[in-house]
């Protein structure tokens, strides 16, 4: 007879309460979703009412006592945060615990830890849910495309901010408003200016590097810009000009074929960049994610789907732990680990500079409405080697004009430096917007 797996919540707000919904109703699922059983669950406040069925003898406001239990053979960490969630991830691994989480913060920052206790324990640390929600991305990197040699990730891998620019773009909603409906529904970090200021697509991003091109990088140096300086008025320019505005975080490896350096150099970054409306990418709204993949052999292959919310993230947890339940029910040989569900490193990498980040350039200018204004800001970028695709005279009133120009391609220190000599020019009162553009 199959044994029953015994699983510890850690956190029932609306991941947790979704996880315990799908256990909770096994009927029609995987026979396994039988075998899994909801044993111990810790909350902050044991008074607040609960979305989920749950008796109260499960409940506890000790996490410890959760990880503790012996009838708990896996941890779900579901909670959130760098603490106490960290050592709680650590303590179940140093008992011999797996565990599955979807906490990216924590995977993003101390991910090589947490992997290195996991080996010595014989145990694995489960993370479907951490990237992109409901949407299968971790498990492909580590397993279906393993046959590849990756070159870039790039992705729409937030849904609160993918949900707020598809309501500016769509009906010009205004950011606050969006913003408190996306947290109500269940979208948002519990402090939401991680996902409006990018950084959980960059705690993101960093993971998918990781998986898809075998070594860690450093989170804390991805050059990482959100939504909160951007204008309505730059969706509906974009849109003018025949683009989508979406929050994208992107790794590309940058190697030069016979290269001997024993780091691979990527370019990772995530920014407000304008979308071709033709490109796969634009037409993904709403709380949707999608991550496009480009490998050799496989070309272009892209995941699209729920990117937050209660149930998708739920099923995501719920597959780590079928995966774990699976491999108990035929027993590990020597203690060894499956390699592909573990993924360890193999391989050394690091970040370029961002001013070498070669990328094409979005910038919204106020000038005066003189003549020679769009000349003299040419010839500017002219000096710097800077080309430029399109420049284009919006809104031209006594009061003033906006000027907007994407560029070519180009390193962003040529940007940076042009940028400067354009502030210095007496027309110019100010640059209003900066994004990239694919
Ligand atoms: P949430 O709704 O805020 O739930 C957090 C839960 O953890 C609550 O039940 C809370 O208890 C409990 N908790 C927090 N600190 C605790 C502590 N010190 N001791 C005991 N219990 C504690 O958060 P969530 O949206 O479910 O997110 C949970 C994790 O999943 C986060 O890492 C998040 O980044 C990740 N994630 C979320 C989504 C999503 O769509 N929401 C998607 C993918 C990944 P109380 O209920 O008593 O406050
Ligand atoms: N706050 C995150 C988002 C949850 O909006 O994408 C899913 O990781």
């Not at 797996?5 to 995987?30: F, K, S």
């Not at 990756?150 to 620019?165: M, R």
């Not at 505005?245 to 990772?268: G, H, W």
């Not at 732990?321 to 590990?332: D, K, P, Y």
Request: hydrophobic content about 40%.
């Amino acid at each position: 007879m199959r044994k029953s797996i015994g699983v510890g919540l850690l956190g029932l707000g609306t991941v947790g309460t979704g996880v315990a919904n799908i256990i909770q109703t096994p009927e029609g699922r995987n026979p396994l979703v039988g075998g899994i059983k909801l044993v111990r669950v810790a909350v902050r406040d044991l008074k607040r009412p609960r979305g989920a069925s749950i008796s109260p003898d499960l409940l506890t406001n000790d996490p410890n006592k959760v990880v503790d239990d012996p009838s708990v053979d896996v941890v779900v960490e579901v909670m959130g945060g760098i603490e106490p969630a960290l050592s709680l991830i650590l303590r179940a691994i140093a008992k011999g615990k797996s565990v599955v989480t979807a906490n990216k913060a924590v995977i993003a920052r101390h991910g090589e830890e947490i992997a290195a206790a996991a080996k010595t324990s014989g145990v694995y640390v489960l993370i479907e849910a951490a990237v992109g929600g409901g949407i299968p991305i971790i498990e492909p990197l580590k397993q279906s495309l393993g046959s590849n040699r990756i070159q870039k990730v790039s992705g729409i891998i937030n849904g609160t901010t993918n949900y707020i620019l598809s309501r500016i773009a769509k009906e010009g909603a205004a950011y606050k408003d969006v913003l408190k409906e996306a947290q109500e529904l269940g979208y948002a970090e519990s402090d939401p200016e991680a996902d409006v200021e990018g950084l959980d697509a960059a705690d993101k991003i960093a993971i998918l590097s990781g998986l898809a091109f075998g070594g860690p990088i450093n989170r804390e140096s991805i050059p990482t810009q959100g939504i909160t300086s951007l204008n309505n008025r730059d969706v509906d320019y974009a849109n003018k000009l025949g683009y989508g505005v979406k929050l994208l975080a992107v790794a590309e490896r940058l190697d030069k074929e016979n290269s001997i350096d024993p780091y691979l150099p990527l370019a990772v970054w995530v920014q407000p960049t304008l979308v071709p409306k033709e490109h796969p990418l634009a037409g993904v709204n709403g709380v949707n994610n999608a991550i496009l993949v480009e490998g050799d052999p496989i070309g272009e292959v892209m995941f699209f789907g729920p990117g937050a919310g209660s149930g998708p993230t739920a099923s995501a947890v719920v597959a780590d732990i079928l995966n774990i339940a699976g491999i108990r029910t035929i027993g590990s040989k020597n203690n060894c680990l499956d390699p592909l569900l573990e993924a360890s490193s193999w391989r050394k990498c690091k970040l370029v500079e961002p001013q070498k980040i070669i990328q094409k350039h979005y910038l919204r200018l106020k000038t005066e409405d003189s003549p020679g204004v769009i000349g003299q800001i040419g010839s500017v970028f002219g000096e710097y080697g800077v080309s430029i695709q399109s420049i284009v005279q919006f809104d031209a009133t006594e009061a003033g004009a906006e000027i907007v120009v994407i560029t070519h391609e180009v390193e962003q220190g040529k940007i940076i430096t042009s940028l400067k000599s354009i502030k210095t020019l007496e027309e110019v009162k100010g640059l209003s917007s900066h994004m990239v553009c694919l």
